[in-house]
T-cell receptor, first 114, second 114 residues
Framework: AQTVTQSQPEMSVQEAETVTLSCTYDTSESDYYLFWYKQPPSRQMILVIRQEAYKQQNATENRFSVNFQKAAKSFSLKISDSQLGDAAMYFCAYRSSPNNDMRFGAGTRLTVKP | NADVMQNPRHLVRRRGQEARLRCSPMKGHSHVYWYRQLPEEGLKFMVYLQKENIIDESGMPKERFSAEFPKEGPSILRIQQVVRGDSAAYFC????????????FGQGTRLTVV
């Protein structure tokens, strides 16, 4: 079974600074998809960014970008110019291609300090 | 995403009662996932279903918990003889069969066992 590990239970960042959240995963498959979700206090899960494993180019969505290292099975999220509204739980997720299973890491709570 | 409908949003049960949580996936989605989230913790995978089939229930306790996703109607997560430790937020997510698509989440059901 695939596992997703987020080794940072909590992180904090100063407003306008940059922070990187770590995620590693374990899989024997070559084709899969990776996602970062954000869960603000409202508890609604919001997709932040996605990455296809077959793509070498790192995905970017405005202030959010990933560092995808396929060989190392690492998928970190970088948030630039952090804003107060970025404060939330962030979950890394993996979805396999053959069986479409979807697994999440335990999450990282991000605090943004004004 | 409000199109994944979970009800009720809040459910209070006394110890020993049954809890039934419903999830109506987005239109056209044939995959449903259930997750449990304890306060201040991450998402724990429980079960993954496709129409009329349980694909992976490795995260679901063997006793008292069951899930179904019938051909017609919502997916149901059923907890029999609830105990205080079952108190948590239960999230449902749905997705179409394509693995490059993220899962869309409902707003969760908060179960409180008194």
């Amino acid at each position: 079974a695939q596992t997703v590990t987020q080794s940072q239970p909590e992180m904090s960042v100063q407003e306008a600074e940059t922070v990187t959240l770590s995620c590693t995963y374990d899989t024997s498959e070559s084709d899969y998809y990776l996602f970062w979700y954000k869960q603000p206090p409202s508890r609604q899960m919001i997709l932040v960014i996605r990455q296809e494993a077959y793509k070498q180019q790192n995905a970017t969505e405005n202030r959010f970008s990933v560092n995808f290292q396929k060989a190392a099975k690492s998928f970190s999220l970088k948030i630039s110019d952090s804003q107060l509204g970025d404060a939330a739980m962030y979950f890394c997720a993996y979805r396999s291609s053959p069986n479409n299973d979807m697994r999440f890491g335990a999450g990282t709570r991000l605090t943004v300090k004004p | 995403n409000a199109d994944v409908m979970q009800n009720p949003r809040h459910l209070v049960r006394r110890r020993g009662q049954e809890a039934r949580l419903r999830c109506s996936p987005m239109k056209g989605h044939s995959h449903v996932y259930w997750y449990r989230q304890l306060p201040e913790e991450g998402l724990k995978f429980m079960v993954y279903l496709q129409k009329e089939n349980i694909i992976d229930e490795s995260g679901m306790p063997k006793e008292r918990f069951s899930a179904e996703f019938p051909k017609e109607g919502p997916s149901i997560l059923r907890i029999q003889q609830v105990v205080r430790g079952d108190s948590a937020a239960y999230f449902c997510a749905s997705s179409p069969p394509r693995a490059n698509t993220e899962a869309f989440f409902g707003q969760g059901t908060r179960l409180t066992v008194v």
